[in-house]
């Protein structure tokens, strides 16, 4: 198949793209490599996939624009006839969202508003979109499900994300454009953004700094391997989204709609405490933290934990990977990368 993946410097979308890569499809990718951070890495992963398509012979083509651009996406998708689309590029991060929303707006509403635009006039097959486990916010009810309301937000970038799922049913109910949301459960692995709690903390521990531990390490993630989100991302993309033909109006589910809608949770179904996370970091480096115990952050929740099962019986497909080996991966990648 021909798949457009926009945001394919980033974490997910280099893994995805790879991985479509080396099984044959021929891919397009789209990105502006911003400076969110460190741009060589980006550009380090730009070049593993100009490799990967090298070596495995499939048809790599990379587009280096900004999705808020109406007029270049448009001008990409009237070069290019996508078989699927997988839009994961967005501003990520949860806390920059409290110091900068105008890059969430742009990145997360107007250039999901062109995508799902062109997708639109251009008929593509199905859509399937990068969404977060942050919309289920305030919620306390666990393991989080697909089929809770999500209506209280803690962060403006889940605000950003819940509205992308509004915008995608609505495409879906008034145009038939089948989309598919994928909520992801606080990813990690090997070519990791450096903005994230593994890197920094390697980073640090590394360099015997103190490494700042909210909520005094007691809060709990549904920690997910990238291997995993990328094989659910896939999954999802392959199974074209379909009306659920049991909706019922009087009593909606949010994960599924009477038009081709779907929503589906990716994590890993099992919860570890961030201090069991940092103690799975020290062995791999073989190195002790030093940390400062601080309280819980704003925008944080102090616990998630995903309910899967509707994925796993859509695709077939649960998230597995156990964290100390996920963690040690990423060591293992992160001392090659620095060559320390």
Not at 262 to 284: C, M, Q, T
Not at 298 to 306: K, L, N, Q, S, Y
């Amino acid at each position: 198949m021909k798949v457009l993946v926009t945001g394919n410097a980033g974490f997910i979308g280099f893994h995805t793209a790879k991985k479509l890569l080396e099984r044959g499809d021929e891919v397009v990718g789209y990105d502006s490599v911003n400076d969110y951070y460190d741009p060589s890495l980006k550009e380090a992963r730009l070049q593993v996939l100009k490799e990967t398509a090298a070596q495995t012979g499939s048809s790599y083509t990379f587009i280096r624009d900004n999705l808020a651009d109406q007029q270049r996406v448009m001008q990409c998708f009237q070069d290019h006839r996508f078989d699927r689309v997988i839009h994961l590029a967005a501003q990520a991060g949860v806390r920059y969202s409290l110091e900068n929303p105008h890059a969430y707006v742009e990145s997360n509403i107007l250039a999901f508003t062109n995508v799902i635009e062109a997708c639109r006039n251009a008929k593509t097959p199905h859509l399937t979109y990068a969404s977060t486990s942050s919309v289920y916010g305030a919620n306390s009810t666990m393991p989080f499900s697909e089929h809770h309301g999500v209506d209280h937000p803690l962060q403006f970038y889940a605000a950003t994300k819940k509205a992308n799922e509004l915008m995608a049913h609505s495409y879906s109910h008034l145009f038939r454009l089948p989309t598919t949301g994928l909520r992801f459960f606080t990813v990690y692995g090997p070519w990791g953004r450096p903005d994230m709690a593994l890197f920094k903390f390697t980073k640090s521990i590394l360099e015997g700094a103190p490494i700042p531990v909210y909520n005094q390490g007691n809060h709990t993630r549904d920690f997910t391997y990238v291997d995993d989100i990328v094989e659910g991302v896939i999954r999802a993309s392959d199974q074209i989204a379909q009306p659920n033909p049991d909706w019922d109006s009087g009593h909606p589910d949010p994960a599924t709609s009477n038009a081709p809608y779907r929503i589906f949770n990716i994590g890993n179904n099992n919860p570890v405490k961030l201090s069991a996370y940092i103690e799975a970091i020290e062995e791999a480096l073989g190195v002790k933290a030093i940390k400062d115990l601080l309280p819980l952050q704003p925008g944080d929740v102090a616990d998630t934990f995903a309910d899967s099962s509707e994925l796993e019986l859509a695709t077939g497909y649960r998230p597995a990977m156990p964290v100390r080996q996920g963690v040690a991966n990423f060591v293992r990648w992160y001392r090659a990368f620095y060559q320390i």
